[in-house]
């Protein structure tokens, strides 16, 4: 089944599981816009405000969630043609880049923590843990059902020759692209508007 937008020149159909996903998307765009508002809004208490340093491995970090779409887009169009070798490769390049990237994030947070900044301290660091904290959960989300797709294609041969295969990487391709687009979003709000 799937959800038909009519109009006089156009016929889309959206699958039922793209459009949740796409309601998804608009949930975290308002959580992190809701929490940049406040970012903006706290800094300027200039009274309670004290200036940070952003990590530079965060820098690190974003290269390679921008690195980690374009693979994970190789993976997606040699699934699409049913070149499952392909595919295999790039999905595991992704998903060896993504972990990195979590691991980039945590030593990142230890960057904040050798420069005495904490999670319970001042608003000005506290919100560098919650923003991208969130946007971390998010991202291992994303990680967990990457590696399950490479599980079932490995273990389940009927799987990848499968149109609902194709649709659950799809889904996950794009899910990829919006949560890297959002990390480089918070890597620029915090670099030149928040702690510039």
Excluded: C, R
């Amino acid at each position: 089944m799937a959800i038909t937008i009519n109009s006089s020149n156009t016929n889309y159909k959206i699958h039922p599981k793209m459009f949740a996903l796409y309601l998804s998307m608009g949930s975290m765009v308002m959580l992190f816009t809701a929490l940049a508002s406040a970012l903006i809004v706290k800094k300027g208490d200039f009274k309670h405000w004290e200036p940070v340093v952003l990590p530079s491995l965060f820098l690190v970090s974003t290269l390679l969630i921008i690195v980690s779409s374009v693979f994970i887009q190789l993976a997606n169009n040699a699934l699409s043609k049913d070149n499952f070798s392909t595919f295999k490769i790039n999905a595991i390049i992704t998903s060896l880049i993504s972990i990195v990237f979590v691991v980039f994030q945590y030593l990142g947070w230890g960057q904040l923590m050798d420069s005495n900044i904490m999670l319970n301290g001042n608003p000005s660091g506290s919100y560098i843990y919650v923003i991208s904290g969130f946007h971390g959960f998010h991202y291992i989300i994303g990680i967990f059902i990457l590696l399950l797709i490479l599980a079932l294609t490995y273990s389940k041969s009927a799987y990848k020759n499968t149109s609902n295969a194709k649709l659950h990487f799809s889904m996950l391709t794009q899910y990829w692209h919006f949560i890297g687009l959002v990390w480089v979003f918070i890597y620029l709000f915090f670099k030149f508007v928040i702690y510039k």
